[in-house]
């Protein structure tokens, strides 16, 4: 397996991550950090784990599109390539050869996430209290604020964006490149899209934790940080960056609803 991990700033989070990763995984495992232009860039001497890995680094914050493509490119012969959030923690040691091992059992299985839902509204969102996930609630919210608590697996039809496991093959399903900020409603998208050709979607209950807004920068930095930037540089006020985030994001919808969507397993 392959994991990429889009990085702006927040090198404490980033740190965390990668600890946790050398203490559980098992067996042949790359990680690829990709650094959206940090103002303090990403350096690999700052990382010792027992696994290969690497670090890319981008001329401008690319949000996640762009990042997935790159590390799916860059070491083609992996069959399961994966894109998480850099604020997630791993607790249960050998999760990534579970992880392999249902894209093993499954050869229509498409996309695999750590949290879902096997229901989506009209709006393109989760419907509230039917995900499913093995959040142990420690660093963010426990499996239960969202919905159920399972170690295993469940068929859903919307993968949540802080780990997103792809069969190689599958990626190319994904052609849209939503202009969107960074580490928003990518995955709804992408979700709907993998379906869209025929790939099965899944949940694995890991344990792990989930700090939650926080991937790209700090929530107390939204004003003024990249998010804020990012309304200004499409012609959006910032003053409610989280107002355009959701507003903008939302318009990608219209193309699903009463062809895709709503949607139920």
Known sequence: MILGVPVYERHDLTKRMVVSLAATVQGDFTLILVDNASPEPYRRGDFDVPFRMRILRNQRNEGNWYPLRQVADLEPGHEVVALAHNDVVYYEYGWNRRVEEEFLQDRLLGLLGFAGSPEIDM???????????????????????????DAGLHPVVSIDGLFMAFRHGAISALTLDPDLPPAHYYDYIWSAEIIEAGWHLATLGVDIDHTGWSTATALADVLDGEWGRWCVEHGYPASNPMATIRQVGSSHWEMFRGRFFPCRI
Do not use: F, I, K
């Open 123 to 149: 709006r393109g969102e989760r419907a509230v209290g039917t995900t499913w996930s093995n959040l142990r609630g420690v660093l963010g919210e426990p499996a239960e604020r969202g919905g159920n608590r």
